[in-house]
């Protein structure tokens, strides 16, 4: 894939008014140096998988440091027919943060995403849960609890692995991710 070509033409779009802004989606810290490196507009966004079972530390502090705002795909670990995991509602860490503060383990993940300055982007039909979404502006996770959260043992639900094939450009899994698993 020509990805200088591709965000070529994604700056011609907003130069041209088509667009108020261009990112990116799942891109590593070397695929943003790389398009940092050609681009006249920065990336505005780099939407990715992040959720407190894949925290994104290090990709958070160069999107932050780069002035690029991350956004947080699969906060609840997206359980689904073909990739995700329950890992995250699951997490006993989690549950038990959840229930001293009177609240859900999804509403534990979404607070530890905002409180990390990301955007978060939830996906659900159903009312009440919405509901419980936006309950998560009127209290905070204490030093401990973030401690803990930053604790825990880190992998992606998606892996990659469908995004592979030998006719490239993503040949194997290493090559998506750029090594940051």
């Known amino acids: 894939?020509?990805?200088?070509?591709?965000?070529?033409?994604?700056?011609?779009c907003q130069r041209l008014n088509l667009t108020k802004s261009i990112g990116v989606s799942n891109f590593s810290c070397k695929k943003l140096t790389d398009i940092?490196?050609?681009?006249?507009?920065?990336?505005?966004v780099n939407q990715v998988e992040m959720n407190p079972m894949w925290q994104q530390k290090k990709l958070r502090e160069f999107c932050r440091a780069n002035g690029i705002f991350l956004t947080a795909?699969?906060?609840?670990?997206?359980?689904?027919t073909f990739w995700g995991s329950d890992r995250v509602l699951e997490c006993e860490v989690l549950k038990e943060i959840a229930k001293a503060k009177g609240k859900t383990a999804?509403?534990?993940s979404l607070r530890w995403i905002y409180e990390q300055g990301v955007g978060v982007i939830v996906k659900s039909f159903n009312g009440e849960r919405m509901k419980q979404n936006l309950g998560i502006?009127?209290?905070?996770?204490?030093?401990?609890e973030l401690k803990k959260?930053?604790?825990l043992p880190q992998s992606r639900a998606v892996t990659g692995v469908a995004y592979t094939s030998k006719y490239g450009p993503f040949r194997t899994v290493e090559d998506i991710w750029d090594g940051e698993m």
């Open 1 to 12: 894939m020509d990805f200088n070509s591709v965000w070529a033409a994604m700056e011609e």
């Open 36 to 44: 940092l490196a050609i681009a006249n507009i920065p990336p505005a």
């Open 73 to 80: 795909y699969s906060p609840l670990g997206a359980n689904g």
């Open 106 to 108: 999804a509403q534990v």
């Open 137 to 144: 502006f009127d209290w905070s996770l204490d030093e401990d």
């Open 149 to 151: 959260i930053d604790e």
